[in-house]
């Protein structure tokens, strides 16, 4: 059942969600949230992932690196969920349910946008966000074997036959959506970890998702490429729309950096419409270095 959780008229919940894991929710979830920031927006965060925490890690890392290098970054508000033991009670269950409710009707008073990162496996928690979710992003890796949470092809033709459980459980949220009265999810399925490179692989996951957008009524978008720099933001807890200089980065900018930052940017209009943000930043400084270094 749907709990009444968005008191404030305006505010705008983004869940990033997708029942595989290691597929860039919490990657996509920091870049959202720092993009938002840097448009204006007054943004709060959610971890769901009670038990690896690496979305909170990652905002940890930030307060940190922005403390030691002397810069201020923007960071979001932010809201860890605490659960312990392995089994969860139908009176855990009940807890966890009205925390939920209660955080977002707070976080709505006096924020624009929540984006909440769930975790890489089946919950009711990551159940309940996806019933709130104004937006739904889910990441995909550009493999079979991520697609197949979504739907199944045929082995030789690669042709989609059906669709899969994580399908089913997003659909469900949506009805729940409808009968309470609530406005459609927009869901935009994100191709994550895109080859620079053009393959038989990209051109077959393409065309799988191209019908299941039809199927299961979601908006494909080209998302992130595969480049090392988004492996090496986390210890700083930094995101290719940082400033670019040698103060915030502490090393010198690249044209990885430089390529990552328009893609992002692109890829928050594409998604959010959000308003394009300016960056006055001086590139002369930055060094010829392949995603591949
Ligand atoms: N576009 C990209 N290019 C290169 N590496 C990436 C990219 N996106 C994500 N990664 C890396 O892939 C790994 C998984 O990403 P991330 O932690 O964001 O996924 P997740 O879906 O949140 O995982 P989990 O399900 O475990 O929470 C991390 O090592 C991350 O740095
Ligand atoms: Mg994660």
Do not use: C, W
């Given at each position: 059942m749907i709990q009444e959780t968005s008191s404030a008229p305006c505010v705008r919940i983004i869940v990033v969600a997708n029942e595989k894991g290691g597929?860039?929710?919490?990657?996509?979830?920091?870049?959202?949230?720092?993009?938002?920031?840097?448009?204006?927006?007054?943004?709060?965060?959610?971890?769901?992932?009670?038990?690896?925490?690496?979305?909170?890690?990652y905002i940890d890392n930030r307060l940190t690196w922005s403390r030691q290098r002397g810069k201020d970054l923007p960071t979001p508000t932010h809201v860890c969920f605490d659960?312990?033991?392995?089994?969860?009670?139908?009176?855990?269950?009940?807890?966890?349910?009205?925390?939920?409710?209660?955080?977002?009707?707070?976080?709505?008073?006096?924020?624009?946008?929540?984006?909440?990162?769930?975790?890489?496996?089946?919950?009711?928690l990551s159940r309940l966000a996806l019933a709130a979710a104004d937006t739904l992003i889910t990441p995909l890796n550009d493999s079979f074997v991520d697609l197949d949470?979504?739907?199944?092809?045929?082995?030789?033709?690669?042709?989609?036959?059906?669709?899969?459980?994580?399908?089913?459980?997003?659909?469900?949220?949506?009805?729940?959506?409808?009968?309470?009265?609530?406005?459609?999810?927009?869901w935009i399925v994100l191709r994550n970890r895109l080859s620079t490179l053009s393959s038989r692989n990209k051109r077959f996951v393409?065309?799988?998702?191209?019908?299941?957008?039809?199927?299961?009524?979601?908006?494909?978008?080209?998302?992130?490429?595969?480049r090392v720099v988004f492996r090496e933001f986390y210890p700083r807890g930094l995101t290719a729309i940082d400033d670019l200089d040698e103060l915030t980065l502490g090393t010198r900018p690249t044209m990885s950096h430089v390529t990552a930052q328009l893609e992002v940017q692109n890829l928050v209009a594409a998604l959010l419409g959000a308003p394009a943000y300016q960056f006055?930043?001086?590139?002369?400084?930055?060094?010829?270095?392949?995603?591949?270094?």
């Open positions: 597929s860039g929710k919490s990657t996509v979830a920091i870049h959202l949230a720092i993009a938002l920031l840097r448009s204006g927006q007054n943004v709060a965060t959610i971890d769901l992932d009670s038990r690896q925490r690496s979305f909170t890690h659960e312990d033991g392995e089994f969860v009670t139908a009176e855990d269950e009940a807890a966890g349910r009205a925390t939920f409710a209660s955080t977002l009707a707070n976080l709505a008073e006096s924020h624009d946008t929540i984006i909440i990162d769930t975790p890489g496996h089946n919950h009711y949470v979504l739907g199944n092809v045929d082995p030789e033709t690669f042709a989609v036959t059906g669709v899969s459980h994580y399908a089913r459980i997003v659909d469900e949220a949506r009805r729940e959506r409808q009968q309470a009265g609530k406005p459609e999810t927009d393409g065309d799988a998702l191209a019908d299941l957008s039809q199927r299961l009524g979601f908006r494909s978008a080209e998302g992130l490429a595969e006055d930043e001086d590139f002369s400084d930055v060094m010829l270095q392949s995603d591949a270094a």
